[in-house]
């Protein structure tokens, strides 16, 4: 093969769907990527499983396979999908487009889960690690939801190797999942550090998805980006050396040119001559971008050197409560009204004895942000007052709540629009173990 054609399906779970479709039926495409894993994601994900054996993978998976599975034996191509979706539960994942695929009629698709990213037992069994918050593993003690490690592409490869046509994984790193299909695709070695940071560079630029083609990018009248509304997602183009054009589908919206792609390179990048991942310790430092066309960049310069020896590993736990409230003022004096509302919560949260253990008081749109440190050119007539704390107990964190919608009747004039939550904080912090400590495993089965 001298060419591979991969495109970014989702860069985070929520992300849209429609671009995706677009990428799987106009974008001549080998392989459709899904990058769908955040840090809480997973760990949200692991409590699912703990409350439902069968649940704990991406809630938008069917949504999504139903609207692509279509295309992968549309006409001669064959489409392979790719995608972390499988969160704490691959095998029940791959279940899930399997029944979706008998659906479709596709019969005799191959699907394939990657799994062995899952450490808590073997943190569970090694109390005195340290996290990266100076808490050990033994201190959280029941608290510990998840452990999951960054596995690289070896287990896709494998899976690629076997014939799957859908690769479901869990925690893998995000460029890993691109990085996959090259290295399948053209037998690069292990060892191989410079196609390796190459396909590594690819692999972050298309993480991300519509960041890339104009979204988290647009700034009116500064950066303009044209036909947001129909935003289409990058697809790169990659030869056999790891040499890789990013574009996107002619008449899709959106933009990219050097300076998307610049942004997108530097993202979440503490160290450019040395971006770890678990396949390469990739060199962005010399990386080039060059316009080729209308949407069409040149991604060149990157190499690598050794992977690292280590995984991290990230570890999500329970660290208690938050309790919020929000309400609205409006007309003359809303900002007085608003910020003597929240000294009055302040007042009665001390008054019932109430243990908050951290707590923001903001009026959104004025100092929610920046404080106080930045002046307001104009008095508003409207303002949105939030009242949040982290408590140890839900109890603490409803009582906050509660405190805030009382504002209707026992505050200032004019409150309306008032809401309320409580939700449980999951807590996440790193730790790095050993790679053999969490060896891939793959899990094939065919479509009847």
């Not at 695709?185 to 560079?201: K, M, P, Q, S």
């Not at 209707?408 to 730790?431: F, K």
Request: with cysteine; hydrophobic share 45%.
């Amino acid at each position: 093969m001298n060419t591979l054609r991969i495109g970014a399906g989702a860069g985070y779970s929520g992300d849209r769907l429609e671009p995706a479709v677009e990428l799987a039926r106009e974008g001549e495409l080998d392989y459709l990527i899904f990058e769908c894993l955040a840090e809480r994601t997973i760990a949200l994900a692991q409590q699912a499983r703990l409350a439902d054996p069968q649940a704990g993978y991406d809630p938008l998976l069917a949504a999504r396979m139903r609207a692509v599975l279509p295309f992968v034996r549309q006409g001669s191509r064959r489409l392979r999908i790719i995608s972390n979706m499988g969160a704490a539960n691959p095998r029940a994942a791959a279940r899930c487009v399997q029944a979706i695929a008998a659906e479709l009629g596709l019969h005799g698709l191959k699907v394939a889960a990657v799994e062995g990213d899952d450490v808590l037992a073997v943190l569970r069994a090694h109390p005195e690690w340290e996290l990266d918050n100076g808490l050990s593993v033994g201190e959280l003690g029941e608290r510990l939801v998840s452990a999951n490690a960054y596995l690289g592409a070896e287990g896709i490869v494998e899976a690629l190797a076997m014939g799957a046509d859908v690769v479901v994984t869990g925690r893998v790193a995000d460029p890993s999942l691109f990085l996959a299909p090259q290295v399948h695709a053209f037998g690069w070695a292990a060892d191989d550090w410079l196609r390796r940071g190459r396909g590594t560079l690819t692999g972050h630029l298309l993480e991300c998805a519509g960041q890339v083609s104009g979204g988290y990018f647009a700034d009116p009248g500064v950066k303009e980006v044209p036909d947001l509304a129909r935003l289409g997602f990058p697809l790169a183009q990659v030869d056999a050396e790891g040499h890789a054009h990013i574009t996107k589908v002619a008449g899709s919206g959106g933009r990219i040119d050097v300076a998307t792609c610049t942004e997108q390179l530097l993202y979440e990048v503490h160290d450019p001559s040395r971006y770890l991942t678990p396949d390469v310790t990739a060199d962005f430092s010399a990386v080039r971008f060059e316009p080729l066309g209308p949407d069409l960049v040149q991604a060149s310069g990157a190499s690598g050197s050794a992977r690292p020896e280590r995984l991290k590993v990230t570890v999500g736990y329970r660290d208690g409560w938050i309790g919020e409230g929000q309400i609205s003022y409006g007309g003359p004096n809303a900002v007085a009204r608003a910020r003597l509302a929240g000294q009055i919560v302040k007042q009665r949260l001390a008054l019932t004895g109430v243990a908050v253990q951290e707590l923001r008081c903001e009026l959104m749109g004025i100092d929610s942000l920046h404080g106080s440190a930045f002046g307001q050119a104009g008095e508003p007539w409207e303002v949105r007052l939030r009242v949040a704390g982290r408590c140890a107990t839900r109890e603490c964190a409803q009582a906050l709540a509660n405190e805030v919608e009382t504002l209707y009747t026992n505050g200032p004039a004019g409150g309306g629009g008032a809401t309320r939550q409580v939700r449980e904080v999951l807590a996440v912090a790193s730790v790095y173990l050993p790679r053999e400590l969490a060896p891939p495993s793959v899990h094939l089965e065919v479509c009847p």
